[in-house]
């Protein structure tokens, strides 16, 4: 029996990875004004975030419907497979109870795990999902593992702009209004279904030796991740600096789709890792 191993587009894997391993990524709904896109199907992330950059128009997004997981569920059960989905964290999106109720009707065959993490904290525990199903894990060995890597798994963020996270409904008008007088460049912590604002500092360029240094002193990773919002430059050199603590070969590139870019905003600079 295979497990077949089952994201959303929110957990940003890179398509050559997925296809690589055989995971399956639900496209997350996004929408720009009366349009509605689903991510990476109809909307690749360089024209949403040249979209986002010329237009007032603020972004939103929303689950999928359950009857897309099962649709997504029942083929790749037909013929007696498992399936282990992994979901963007419950507190922040309606897309881990969306797929919940999609995998009902399939009693043991389908497992949905919360990743408890966002953008490639998901993703990387995916690809060890996917690894382990490749190397012939059952379906409950998986699933305990994407259970046990979720408490290690750290997404840390360095925004160019608070624009996007007002926009959203994720921060105040006030707060907005002052961060941007004060052009406050926030660095933001997703761990454990959580997230924190660790560090609000005044220069892009500050930002990113803040981040660099907060990944480095997180302890050594397992496995590391660059991800970048249409700032592939940025990524390049938060990869450089990272390199003497974990290999640069090694770790995955991505860029946030747009999903994730909805909140970040363009410009945004972040590191996923699972630690050891």
């Known amino acids: 029996m295979t497990v077949h191993v089952v994201a959303d587009s929110a957990s940003d894997i890179p398509p050559v990875v997925a296809e690589m391993l055989g995971i399956i990524q639900v496209p997350v709904l996004v929408q720009l004004g009366d349009e509605t896109f689903r991510d990476r199907v109809d909307l690749q992330p360089s024209e949403f975030y040249q979209r986002v950059v010329s237009s007032k128009i603020a972004p939103k997004t929303a689950a999928n419907a359950p009857g897309l997981y099962t649709e997504t569920f029942e083929r790749l059960t037909a013929g007696g497979d498992a399936v282990l989905s992994t979901t963007v964290a419950a507190s ?38 996917a690894r382990a199903a490749q190397k012939g894990a059952s379906l409950e060995e998986v699933a305990a593992l994407c259970r046990q890597l979720a408490p290690k798994t750290h997404v840390w963020a360095a925004l160019n702009t608070l624009e996007f996270l007002h926009r959203g409904g994720r921060l105040s008008a006030t707060q907005a209004f002052v961060g941007s007088l004060l052009q406050v460049k926030p660095i933001l912590h997703v761990h454990n279904s959580e997230v924190a604002v660790v560090e609000r500092i005044r220069t892009m360029r500050k930002a990113l030796d803040k981040l660099v240094e907060l990944v480095k002193t997180a302890g050594p990773a397992a496995e590391m991740c660059i991800l970048h919002a249409g700032s592939q430059d940025l990524a390049n050199e938060v990869r450089s600096r990272l390199s003497d603590v974990f290999p640069t070969e090694k770790m995955f590139y991505a860029e946030a789709g747009p999903a994730i870019g909805t909140h970040a905003g363009p410009g945004a600079v972040g590191v996923a890792a699972i630690l050891k």
């Open 92 to 129: 922040l999106s309606g897309i881990y109870n969306s797929a919940r109720i999609g995998a009902q009707e399939f009693g043991d065959r389908v497992v949905v795990v919360d990743s408890t993490n966002a953008t490639m904290g998901e993703g990387l525990i995916a690809i060890q999902a």
